[in-house]
Structures are given as structure tokens and as C-alpha cells.
């Protein structure tokens, strides 16, 4: 009996081996690009991947808030990401809540229809959302550039599963106590939905933050300007002439900080899906 022992363990030795080199492998890149922000130009293309302190300098990031609009970029990526966080979580949660207790004539038909949206690309979507967004009037405004995406399929469908696996005897007291149906969704079946709901907001939140294609054609105004299109623009060498990659790398750097903060806070709650349901 000893001996599969000894083979068990060196199995499970050999397995977080492979897990660690795995992700050394995959977070290699985000400390080349850590590492790269604080070295000078001529040191950034001569040695990528070198550690030598000497090379240590903040001067791409003092010329990134000195000679450029991270900070104005970063405040409208900041407005955008919290209307648009709080509107999804909100409208997806009716949406989903509708879909799972509510029973109307085409129910499953929307229901179908949201499935599809889902498989649509999004870039298939953005002439007609320019064109809607100059017919309404609302080009180069905050309205544009958040009205959009207040609502997405993939966040109905998360709802709408998981408010299906709270038992319906749960609403059905509430209902007795005089409690209406929003009453009932606002007070009792959204609070046991905190799973769900960390987890739709995470990723109302980085896809907001990340978004780029839906900015460009909805404003044109350098005052509208979010931190994905003005690191775009870095990119092409908005501040100067050369490979200029301490300064992308930087901007790049400071723009992940926010999503990745808040994934690191919330992991816990979003892997934990079932936390929020009543066991029957």
C-alpha cells in the first residue's frame, strides 16, 4: 500500500510543477510590461527583457500626466464605467427576474431571441448604433457613449438562471405578506441574488472599461475622450516621434489597476455562485 503512495505524491508534485510553470509562462508578459514602464526608451528597446536597476526611471509616466490627457481620459472612463455598471445590474436584474417568474404571452420567444443576440459579433452592430445615435441627437455626449450599453444579453441570461434557482415557495410568503411583484423582487429575491449580481457587475465593469469600438462612433470630441481611445492613440504615437514603449506600457499599466483591484477584491463572491439561492 505504500508504494502507490509515494507514486501519488510525486504525481501531485509534478502537477503543481506544470501549474506553476503555466503560469509563470502566462504572467510573464504583464511583468515584462511592469518592468519596461520604468526603464527609459533606449533601454527599452535595447533589453526588453533585462532587470537591471539602472535602467530605473518614472519618466514615462511623469510624461504621460504631463504631456498628455490621461487624467481627463481616465475621469470620463470613470463616469462611463459606474453608469454603465449600475444601469446593467439594475435593468439586466428586472430583465432576468421578468424572463424567470413572470408569465406573458411571448415570453419564450423573447427569451430566444436574447439567446440570439448573444451569437451576434459586435462589430456587426456598430453603423446601425452610429446611425441610431445621430438620429436621436445625442452624438458626442455622455448620453451616447453610456445609453447603449445600459443593457446586454449575456447579463439577462445570468439573471434569469440564477433567479430560476431560488425557490419560487420564497416569493410566495412574501406575496401573502402584501408584498407587490417588484416589492418581492427589490427586497427579497434580488439580496439572495448577491452571486449573480457581483458577478454581473465585474463584467459590467470591464467590458465598459475595456470598451473602444462603441466609443469611437459615438463621440468625436477630445473632451469625450476615455482612456481606451486615448492609449490608441498613444499607440500610434500621439506624443512624439519613435517606438515610444515606456509610455504605452504605462498608460497600458495604470489602465488594468482599476479591473484588476476590483477581480482580486470580489473573486471569492463570484466563484461562489450558489451562496445567494435557498436550499429547498
Known amino acids: 500500500m505504500r508504494e ?40 527599452a528597446v535595447q533589453d526588453p527583457l533585462g532587470l537591471d536597476s539602472a535602467y530605473f526611471t518614472t519618466a514615462s509616466y511623469q510624461k504621460l500626466f504631463a504631456a498628455s490627457d490621461f487624467p481627463l481620459w481616465a475621469k470620463n472612463s470613470f463616469i462611463v464605467t459606474l453608469v454603465v455598471t ?29 439567446v440570439a443576440v448573444m451569437a451576434v459579433p459586435n462589430v456587426v452592430l456598430l453603423i446601425p448604433k452610429f446611425l441610431v445615435i445621430k438620429q ?20 439577462i441570461f445570468i439573471m434569469k438562471n440564477f433567479f430560476e434557482s431560488i425557490p419560487a415557495s420564497v416569493e410566495e410568503q412574501a406575496r401573502i405578506d402584501g408584498a407587490g411583484t417588484f416589492r418581492t423582487f427589490w427586497s427579497i429575491v434580488l439580496p439572495m441574488a448577491t452571486p449573480a449580481v457581483v458577478t454581473i457587475s465585474i463584467i459590467a465593469f470591464q467590458g465598459s472599461w475595456n470598451e473602444l469600438a462603441h466609443f469611437i462612433v459615438s463621440t468625436q470630441d477630445p473632451q469625450l475622450t476615455t482612456l481606451t481611445k486615448g492609449v490608441a492613440a498613444l499607440s500610434s504615437g500621439q506624443l512624439s516621434q519613435g517606438s515610444q514603449y515606456p509610455l504605452k506600457l504605462a498608460a497600458s499599466l495604470l489602465m488594468t489597476v482599476p479591473v484588476a483591484i476590483l477581480f482580486f477584491t470580489f473573486q471569492k463572491r463570484i466563484m461562489n455562485t450558489s451562496a445567494g439561492a435557498v436550499k429547498g
Open 4 to 43: 502507490p503512495t509515494r507514486h501519488n505524491g510525486k504525481f501531485w508534485w509534478l502537477t503543481y510543477l506544470v501549474l506553476i510553470m503555466l503560469a509563470l509562462i502566462y504572467i510573464s508578459p504583464f511583468l515584462i510590461q511592469i518592468v519596461n514602464s520604468f526603464k527609459t526608451e533606449a533601454a
Open 86 to 114: 449600475v444601469g446593467r445590474v439594475f435593468f439586466n436584474s428586472l430583465a432576468g427576474y421578468a424572463l424567470a417568474r413572470l408569465r406573458f404571452r411571448g415570453r419564450n420567444v423573447i427569451f430566444a431571441a436574447l
Open 136 to 155: 436621436l441627437g445625442i452624438y458626442d455626449t455622455y448620453v451616447a457613449m453610456t445609453l447603449p450599453l445600459l443593457v446586454d444579453a449575456a447579463g
